[in-house]
């Protein structure tokens, strides 16, 4: 039997999955009235100008979002962050990388280039679920990456350089992007999805790629011998085509148009300090509520490394997290299940931008009312 919540603790959205995450109803109208009523977006041409437009507004958006640095650019591709580590294999490590490691984004990158017949076995750096790998020097590799958050365990890491070294850095910013602080500058290539801090569709991969990047790209798919690049794994073919406000295929035009419009409201409101500084703020409230329950536990132990965006919740093993989730669901407050091959007792809340702070707060009183009328 499904236990009713009181109207009066439920937030006002009870959307704070980890990705798909919450889409913001001005979102989902921009997708009716994208292009004039003459000459609408959706269902026509990728190659036309209203379409091209879109994808300008996504790439002069990013660029001021980031403060791009001279020289950088905004590339984007086909496929989400999953096709984009085959990228990075095929186009960007010359031989070896090395990889931290601790959770699913690094793990399976790091699979991706251990997988590649024309590269060395990657070095990888790992950390248990629940706290942070760093990258270590070394003079074996020509590739560093990292991700710079991990949304299967709550883990965040900085997004710095290994000291003294010149190597490319590739971070992998799928659910952090847009709402952690980063200096771009920092990092060779900072990619991510649309689906999580930007509340668009996936199938589509973002990066912010250093001239350093878009040279080894060259240097790398024009090198021969071994090293086949199929068109659609091919950086330089997605620079090209991004250069021309379009993509090498035929894109989701309402994952852009939805894109576009969460760039430019982030950007109307203060751009990446507020953003970051609003996450941080419901991030201080769901860790705060679980250091006062005696039956909760942040699952990250370390406070400065526990993710704004994504906070995971260990619950007492008295306490069936599974029902938990589900009378939350039954009540209209969704996703906060764990990752799935974490297998633990938690909770994860997603608390990305559009995400109002208030409605953490009330997440907290409606497991708080759960797990006393449970006991």
């Known amino acids: 039997m499904t236990l009713q919540i009181p109207s009066s603790l439920l937030p006002s959205d009870g959307r704070f999955g980890s990705g798909p995450s919450k889409v913001r109803t001005a979102q989902v109208m921009a997708l009716g009235t994208a292009g004039d009523p003459t000459r ?17 507004r996504v790439r002069t958006g990013l660029a001021d979002l980031f403060d791009l640095p001279d020289g950088y650019e905004v590339v984007l591709g086909n496929g989400g962050s999953t096709a984009f580590w085959e990228v990075a294999t095929a186009s960007l490590v010359r031989e070896r990388a090395q990889h931290a490691t601790f959770g ?12 590649a017949p024309f590269l060395a076995d990657p ?39 290994p000291a003294g070294r010149d190597q490319l850095l590739l971070t992998d910013a799928t659910s952090g992007a847009g709402a952690l602080p980063v200096d771009v500058r920092e990092t060779d290539v900072y990619y991510f999805g649309p689906q999580k801090v930007f509340g668009a569709d996936g199938g589509l991969w973002l990066a912010l790629c250093s001239p350093a990047a878009l040279e080894r790209a060259a240097e790398v798919e024009s090198s021969g011998g071994d090293r086949w690049v199929p068109e659609f794994l091919s950086l330089t073919t997605a620079l090209e085509n991004s250069r021309q406000d379009q993509t090498l295929n035929t894109p989701a035009i309402g994952t ?3 894109l576009a419009d969460q760039v430019e409201w982030i950007l109307g409101q203060g751009g990446l300090e507020w953003s970051s500084g ?79 702070p208030a409605d953490v707060a009330a997440l907290t009183a409606c497991v708080d009312y759960l797990v006393n009328t449970l006991d």
Not at 45 to 53: F, L, T, Y
Not at 133 to 157: F, I, K
């Open 256 to 258: 852009l148009v939805m």
């Open 40 to 56: 609408p977006l959706l269902g026509t041409s990728h190659r036309q100008a209203g379409v091209k437009d879109v994808v300008r």
């Open 278 to 356: 609003r996450c941080a703020g419901s991030a201080a409230t769901l860790y705060g509520w679980a250091e006062s329950r005696e039956w909760a536990t942040p699952f990250v132990a370390d406070p400065a490394e526990r993710s704004t965006v994504v906070g995971t919740i260990d619950l007492d093993p008295a306490i069936d997290a599974s029902a938990v989730v589900g009378h939350l669901r039954e009540n209209g407050v969704l996703d906060v299940f764990p990752y799935r091959k974490l297998g633990r007792n938690q909770i994860r809340v997603g608390m990305f931008p559009a995400v109002e």
């Open 104 to 115: 699913e984004f690094g793990a399976k990158f790091a699979a991706a280039t251990r997988r």
């Open 123 to 161: 070095e990888v750096v790992e950390a248990a679920p629940g706290s942070v790998a760093y990258l270590s020097p070394s003079d074996a590799v020509d590739v560093y990456a990292t991700p710079h958050n991990e949304t299967s365990t709550g883990a965040m890491a900085p997004v710095r350089r």
